[in-house]
T-cell receptor, first 114, second 111 residues
Framework: DAGVIQSPRHEVTEMGQEVTLRCKPI?????LFWYRQTMMRGLELLIY????????DSGMPEDRFSAKMPNASFSTLKIQPSEPRDSAVYFC????????????FGPGTRLTVL | SQQGEEDPQALSIQEGENATMNCSYK?????LQWYRQNSGRGLVHLIL?????REKHSGRLRVTLDTSKKSSSLLITASRAADTASYFC???????????FGTGTSLTVIP
């Protein structure tokens, strides 16, 4: 299995631009999680889906952030408009089902907003 | 929100020595997990210990859990340079499968 796939691996953009991060979970996994990691705040859960349905988005910092999961094999995290404080590494993770605890992380997308 | 807090924040040891990292958490849990993160990579699951377990082994890893003290420790025996990474504990909160990660311990193993 290829594991969780994220793209792009690196993204540099200018303030005000729209950024779209992509994630392909492990096939057969029903839960998907988006995290953000910074030196200051550590690893933060932004949103998670179960069977393609958003369950909890309370970690999404602002309305500028949105996430979708149109099907079981694809999810996006969008920031519009982006700001310099959004600079971080964004991780996607998946797990087998709602009651399975082990999460499998993707390699992350390093976002830099200038 | 962060639930687990690792201690120490950074640890530097010689290859062959043992490394011990500690994690404290705040609320009751179903289980506690340890993850490793190599520089520039995603997190990798190492081991899971359930609230009714006190100790668990996996290769050179030994994890203990003391629910009365709300703490856990991760011991890496006979460390290797390849063990250099950040180590995170993660806990759930009895409901659902959300994981709350600590701030991590940065381990450096000097060859």
């Amino acid at each position: 299995d290829a594991g969780v796939i994220q793209s792009p691996r690196h993204e540099v953009t200018e303030m005000g631009q729209e950024v779209t991060l992509r994630c392909k979970p492990i096939s057969g996994h029903n839960s998907l999680f988006w995290y953000r990691q910074t030196m200051m705040r550590g690893l933060e859960l932004l949103i998670y889906f179960n069977n393609n349905v958003p369950i909890d988005d309370s970690g999404m910092p602002e309305d500028r952030f949105s996430a979708k999961m149109p099907n079981a094999s694809f999810s996006t995290l969008k920031i519009q408009p982006s700001e310099p404080r959004d600079s971080a590494v964004y991780f996607c993770a998946s797990s087998e089902d709602y009651d399975t605890d082990t999460q499998y992380f993707g390699p992350g997308t390093r976002l830099t907003v200038l | 929100s962060q639930q687990g807090e690792e201690d120490p924040q950074a640890l530097s040891i010689q290859e062959g020595e043992n490394a011990t990292m500690n994690c404290s958490y705040k609320t009751s849990i179903n289980n506690l997990q340890w993850y490793r993160q190599n520089s520039g990579r995603g997190l990798v699951h190492l081991i899971l210990i359930r609230s009714n377990e006190r100790e668990k082994h996996s290769g050179r890893l030994r994890v203990t859990l003391d629910t009365s003290k709300k703490s856990s420790s991760l011991l890496i025996t006979a460390s290797r340079a390849a063990d250099t990474a950040s180590y995170f504990c993660a806990t759930d909160e009895n409901t659902g499968n959300l994981l709350y990660f600590g701030t991590g311990t940065s381990l450096t193993v000097i060859p």
